[in-house]
């Protein structure tokens, strides 16, 4: 069955960057996703990658699929106390007629000023 | 535009109970999902609709139950609840098949 596996702790000084790494198991996944929890909220779409790219840039979003290996990941360059959220990486895959979203646990990102 | 939007907040009910928990889809999406997120935990998913039709069912018990209507608002049914489901519930409302846009949720606390 479908499996994401994310680090749960990350902890980064502000202006560094970040680097979020993920791992999923479906390898009919079609698109992979990040959104950003924030205390007390809902999520939050940064951005998504089709599975038959290596990288998409969005400003200071970089996310990296390694297909191969099944392995995704998300930077934010010069990073900021206002990213210090729950960062959760997300497959989509095609089943009996739906596309339902698998969540990994989340990586909490803490921000030090 | 408006984006997705969930009624109410929070909610605190007893054992037993049922609940029913709303979203309004953003303008133009005709797909809406339905997901629980226990505490520490990523999202889990209940179930979405297309159309007004259920079209796809996650591992959840026949006691959750939805409904969409024609102006693609859904409604979430919680029956005979138990102490497990206190959780955020969180909505989800697509234009397509690749985007989902959620809420802000509903906080369901079950005593």
């Known amino acids: 069955g479908e499996d994401v596996e994310q680090s749960l702790f990350l902890s980064v000084r502000e202006g560094d960057s970040s680097v979020i790494n993920c791992t999923y198991t479906d390898s009919s996944s079609t698109y992979l996703y990040w959104y950003k929890q924030e205390p007390g909220a809902g999520l939050q779409l940064l951005t998504y990658i089709f599975s038959n790219m290596d990288m998409k840039q969005d400003q200071r979003l970089t996310v990296l699929l390694n297909k191969k290996d099944k392995h995704l990941s998300l930077r934010i360059a010069d990073t900021q106390t206002g990213d210090s959220a729950i960062y959760f990486c997300a497959e989509i895959t095609p089943g009996a007629g739906s596309y339902q979203l698998t969540f990994g646990k989340g990586t909490k990102l803490s921000v030090i000023p | 535009e408006t984006g997705v939007t969930q009624s109410p907040t929070h909610l605190i009910k007893t054992r037993g109970q049922q609940v029913t928990l709303r979203c309004s889809s953003q303008?133009?999406?005709?797909?809406v999902s339905w997901y629980q997120q226990a505490l520490g935990q990523g999202p889990q998913f209940i179930f979405q609709y297309y159309r007004e039709e259920e079209n796809g069912r996650g591992n959840f018990p026949p006691r959750f139950s939805g409904l969409q209507f024609p102006n693609y608002s859904s409604e979430l049914n919680v029956n005979a609840l138990e102490l497990d489901d206190s959780a955020l519930y969180l909505c989800a409302s697509s234009p397509a098949h690749n985007e989902q846009f959620f809420g802000p949720g509903t906080r369901l606390t079950v005593l």
């Open positions: 303008s133009g999406h005709n797909t």
